[in-house]
């Protein structure tokens, strides 16, 4: 296991420093609304600042941890070509929408499909924006998927939506210029558990079907691999919580389903690659992530396992971390596994 205390894989050694003003002015957002406000991250997607996860109420946690946390801007840059709001599907009453972020050139690219966290019921896909942008920069065209969340997001519904965002953007690969042979997924928290699950169901049945949301990579960050490991179980049965709730029901009720959602099950000799990457966070508690990695890599499927050091759970929203997640998930896609990413033209 490598951890970035490592010089061979350190990535933070230029860190940002902290913006006091914005840290001062959340805090103080946060105090005064007494955590009952209600902040709309995007059309319709309205959720709760007190309970729900959110980019302030993130860097409130992150910040009290580690004071060199610092907010990264969401502004499209130079050099970036943006397609945002674009409705992908409708299901009932839910508009799910995405967002594409390329280099401003003409050259078929590979795509990276991000997955914001929230514990399956809250959240936004603009959360990720600055890392979308970040892979857009290097090299590649990155998408935020919108997913259900919440009742109408209960397994397997929000894993559903996801797939269907990436057949969605293989099916339109001539309007923003995708590689549709180098498709990858990442994501945070219950992103990262969706990234995970995905790159693990790829090739476990091969119909025309499935062939449309197959990913030949994944970054799993921060996110669960087993919703049966014995610790969760434990959890579960004494606070029931939002995975009881994303499973529609009790082990003990849903066995199947709990089996059936967890990544580990479905590790494959057709699995895609995978790289974990974890914090140092204590809660929540994210089983399976060792053992997973050792499966993949006993079949021979390429995959690494990268800690960060004193971190807390939200940290790839935010830097010093950040910066070092993009880097690692490049060396990961463009050196380990040799996609062709062509370089960046010069910002005009």
């Known amino acids: 296991m490598k951890t970035h205390d490592d010089p061979a894989v350190c990535r933070c050694a230029h860190q940002l420093q902290p913006n006091r003003s914005l840290s001062r002015a959340l805090l103080r957002w946060t105090a005064i609304s007494g955590c009952a406000a209600a902040v709309c991250l995007s059309a319709g997607r309205a959720v709760a600042a007190g309970g729900g996860f959110t980019m302030e109420n993130a860097y409130a946690d992150v910040h009290g941890a580690r004071p060199d946390a610092t907010w990264i801007s969401d502004k499209v840059p130079a050099g970036v070509r943006a397609s945002e709001n674009v409705v992908f599907e409708r299901v009932g009453?839910?508009?799910?929408?995405?967002?594409?972020?390329?280099?401003?050139?003409?050259?078929?690219?590979?795509?990276?499909?991000?997955?914001?966290?929230?514990?399956?019921?809250?959240?936004?896909?603009?959360?990720?924006?600055?890392?979308?942008?970040?892979?857009?920069?290097?090299?590649?065209?990155?998408?935020?998927?919108?997913?259900?969340?919440?009742?109408?997001?209960?397994?397997?519904?929000?894993?559903?939506?996801?797939?269907?965002?990436?057949?969605?953007?293989?099916?339109?690969?001539?309007?923003?210029?995708?590689?549709?042979?180098?498709?990858?997924?990442?994501?945070?928290?219950?992103?990262?558990?969706?990234?995970?699950?995905?790159?693990?169901?790829?090739?476990?049945?091969?119909?025309?079907?499935?062939?449309?949301?197959?990913?030949?990579?994944?970054?799993?960050?921060?996110?669960?691999?087993?919703?049966?490991?014995?610790?969760?179980?434990?959890?579960?049965?004494?606070?029931?919580?939002?995975?009881?709730?994303?499973?529609?029901?009790?082990?003990?009720?849903?066995?199947?389903?709990?089996?059936?959602?967890?990544?580990?099950?479905?590790?494959?000799?057709?699995?895609?690659?995978?790289?974990?990457?974890?914090?140092t966070s204590h809660s929540p508690l994210l089983p399976g992530r060792e053992r997973m990695e050792a499966e993949l890599r006993a079949l021979g499927i390429p995959t690494g396992f990268i800690v960060f050091p004193d971190t807390p759970h939200p940290f790839w929203l935010f830097d010093p971390w950040q910066k070092g997640i993009v880097k690692d998930t490049d060396n990961f896609l463009r050196v380990r596994l040799g996609w062709p990413v062509p370089a960046v033209s010069a910002v005009h």
Do not use: C
């Open 93 to 279: 009453p839910d508009v799910l929408k995405l967002d594409v972020y390329r280099p401003d050139d003409d050259q078929v690219r590979p795509l990276m499909v991000i997955v914001h966290g929230g514990g399956w019921e809250s959240g936004d896909r603009r959360m990720e924006k600055p890392l979308a942008l970040r892979l857009a920069q290097i090299g590649y065209v990155a998408a935020l998927v919108d997913y259900r969340l919440g009742p109408a997001g209960r397994f397997p519904n929000g894993v559903d939506d996801v797939k269907h965002a990436i057949a969605w953007l293989r099916d339109n690969t001539g309007t923003y210029g995708i590689d549709v042979n180098h498709v990858a997924i990442m994501g945070g928290s219950a992103g990262g558990h969706l990234a995970a699950l995905i790159s693990a169901w790829t090739g476990e049945h091969d119909t025309a079907a499935s062939r449309t949301w197959w990913v030949q990579a994944a970054v799993d960050i921060d996110g669960l691999a087993d919703f049966t490991a014995p610790s969760m179980l434990a959890q579960q049965s004494h606070k029931p919580s939002s995975p009881t709730r994303f499973l529609g029901g009790s082990f003990e009720q849903r066995w199947n389903v709990w089996r059936e959602a967890s990544p580990i099950y479905h590790v494959n000799p057709h699995s895609a690659p995978t790289l974990f990457i974890r914090s």
